[in-house]
Structure formats: structure tokens, C-alpha cells
């Protein structure tokens, strides 16, 4: 084999990479985001018939997709080499083994009647244990990114690993949606309206605190809250030096609507391909809408963002809510944030 001629070629591509980053960065942010998630998530279109761990776990991997997908994107504008600091290192490890860790304790509960089901086949095989120390170690590159060489990566990245963090705005984003669920359900029953209980309500809350605290944890590291590093720390912002917030806003919503698709062919997802799509795609412009203008106003950390978007995916499953009084909450706080402030003109300077 040629190592000269293989070097010619790894060195072109990297150069392929590195001007398109430079010259469209949201092109290659998407590009690299639907690639590694599609990828993943196609592969496991085979096992949906199968119900077992390996697909949930190659779904795991391919949900990060997006913080790949920025990261790289971010670090390829500036010529990003991909060799680890004396910082990243043990970060990179203490984060994997955080998160598998995190795994296995999930692992351990087994199924939990009408919560977050794990697949009936809980039989640990070669492949399943292999990729789940591959999405433990791809989540603690990602956390690891906080310590990157690359000023562009460092700074979007770096609150990843936060010194400290506004109290302010950390208590918005781990309750903000805990409390508009609450006011629906007030509502509701003032109203005398349908409410939806959550399938652990009436549990101890000895058994649902431990619970919650594991899959909030696990939820932030290696499910949705790690999609934030791409669609909010990068994308939102390289949007936002050419529209405004809100038309910002709304492409991010686009793709990341489009994003999911491959998770209701392989089942991951059971509700129907064209009313989940639609549903969520509606739910996801409020959500991108109003996510926007937290970045915004938070002063851009993406740890805040990660918690943010935990919540949404976690607290539905504890507190009780009526779907149709929750839409009009929905409306009203993001009606207002746009209009208070005016996210329809663009910004004077990015963040």
C-alpha cells in the first residue's frame, strides 16, 4: 500500500471539509449531523421487528449527530485537528464513564410498566455492550469539546463543563416547562377539561425521585439534551448573523423536524410517520421559537440549553397535563416572547 498516495488523499479531503466549513458552516453542520445520525439510524431499520437493546443503543449513537455535526463544523473553519489535549483526555473518559455507567444503572431497573419501556429482550450480547462503550465514548468526546484547542470550538462548547452558571436562568430552564404543565393542569381541572396522567402517577415519591434524577442525567448526556451542542450552539447563531432570531428559529425547526425521521421507520419511535412528523414538526417551531430566544437572553450557554431541552423531554412523564390547554400556554408564551422582544429583526451583533 502507497502511504504517500494515502496521505495525498486524507489531506485533499480534510481540505474538501475544511473550505466548505470555512465558506457555508451550516451546509457541513448539516451535512456531518444528517450523515452520522442517518447513518445509525438507518442501520437499525432491519431490527425493528426485534426487540432488543442493540437497536436502542445504535440510537444512542446516532443521536449525536447535531453536537458532532457543530463541533466539527465549528473546528473546521479554523483548520481543527483531531488529536485530544491533556485536558480532553481524562475529560473524554470521566464523561464515557459517566455515561455508561449511567446505562448500566438503567440497565439494572429493567422495564418499568407504562414509563420509559426498555425492549422485553434484555439479553446482553457482544454487539450490544460494543456500542454502548461506542455512545459512551462519542458523548465523552462531546463533553470533552469543552476543553478544545479551537477558540471557535472552546467557545461555544466550553460551558459544557460550566464553572458556575446563572442561577437565574438555570432555575427557568429546569422548571420553565414543569410549571406551564402545572398551570394546564390547574386549569383543567377548574375547567372541568380532560387531564392526562402520567403512567407513574400515584407512585412513592421515595421510588420516583431516584428514578427521575437517573433519567434526567442520562436523558442530558446521551439522549436529547446532547443534541443542543449542534441545533443551538451552532446553528442558531450562524443563522442569526444573517436573519433574525425568528427566521432563525424557524429553518433550526425544519431541520430538526426532519432530523427525526428515521426513528419512525426503525420503530424507535411507535406513533405513525405522518401524523408524529406533523405533530412534532408543530410542537418543534414553538420549541425552536422559544429555545432561540432563551439562547438568546442566557448569554448563549449551551449547558443551559442541554437542561432545557432535558426537561421538555423528561418532566411530561411525572406531572399530569391537558394536551389542548398546554398548545394555548404554548402559544401565548412564545406570541410574547417575539413580540417583547422583537425577534423578527435581526440581531446588531452575534453572539
Not at 455512545?135 to 458556575?164: E, Q
Request: one cysteine or more; hydrophobic letters at 55%; aromatic letters at 12%.
Amino acid at each position: 500500500m502507497n502511504t504517500n498516495n494515502t496521505k495525498i488523499v486524507s489531506d485533499k479531503n480534510t481540505t474538501i471539509c475544511w473550505k466548505l466549513a470555512q465558506t457555508h458552516p451550516i451546509l457541513a453542520f448539516l451535512l456531518i449531523t444528517f450523515a452520522w445520525s442517518w447513518l445509525f439510524w438507518f442501520a437499525a431499520i432491519p431490527l425493528r421487528g426485534q426487540d432488543t437493546l442493540l437497536r436502542t443503543v445504535i440510537v444512542f449513537i446516532g443521536g449525536y449527530g447535531p453536537a458532532i455535526g457543530g463541533i466539527l463544523a465549528l473546528g473546521l473553519k479554523n483548520g481543527m485537528r483531531f488529536k485530544l489535549n491533556q485536558k480532553q483526555l481524562p475529560a473524554m473518559l470521566l464523561g464515557a464513564g459517566l455515561i455508561f455507567g449511567l446505562m448500566v444503572l438503567r440497565y439494572l431497573i429493567g422495564n418499568i410498566p407504562n414509563y420509559d419501556r426498555l425492549p422485553e429482550n434484555l439479553a446482553l450480547t457482544a454487539p450490544i455492550v460494543i456500542a454502548a462503550v461506542a455512545a459512551s465514548l462519542v458523548g465523552g468526546w462531546v463533553i470533552a469539546s469543552a476543553y478544545a484547542n479551537n477558540m471557535d470550538v472552546r467557545g461555544k462548547m466550553g460551558s459544557l463543563i460550566p464553572s458556575h452558571l446563572p442561577l437565574g436562568w438555570t432555575l427557568l430552564a429546569l422548571f420553565f416547562f414543569a410549571g406551564l404543565l402545572l398551570v394546564s393542569w390547574g386549569l383543567a381541572a377548574l375547567l372541568g377539561m380532560e387531564i392526562e396522567y402520567p403512567g407513574l402517577w400515584g407512585r412513592p415519591a421515595l421510588e420516583i425521585i431516584p428514578l427521575f434524577l437517573l433519567a434526567f442525567t442520562l436523558t442530558a448526556l446521551a439522549r436529547g439534551g446532547m443534541e443542543e451542542p449542534g441545533w443551538r450552539g451552532m446553528m442558531q447563531p450562524e443563522l442569526q448573523t444573517r436573519f433574525s432570531p425568528l427566521a432563525a428559529s424557524l429553518v433550526v425547526s425544519g431541520f430538526w423536524s426532519l432530523w427525526h425521521l428515521p426513528l419512525f421507520l426503525n420503530r424507535f419511535y411507535p406513533e405513525d410517520l405522518v401524523m408524529g412528523m406533523i405533530g412534532g414538526g408543530i410542537y418543534r417551531i414553538l420549541l425552536a421559537i422559544f429555545m432561540a430566544w432563551f439562547y438568546n437572553r442566557s448569554g448563549g450557554k449551551v449547558i443551559l440549553l442541554v437542561i432545557l431541552h432535558t426537561s421538555f423531554n423528561m418532566v411530561v412523564n411525572y406531572i399530569p397535563v391537558s394536551e389542548p390547554l398546554l398548545v394555548v400556554l404554548w402559544l401565548i408564551v412564545v406570541v410574547t416572547v417575539v413580540l417583547k422582544d422583537k425577534m423578527y429583526r435581526k440581531l446588531p451583533s452575534s453572539l
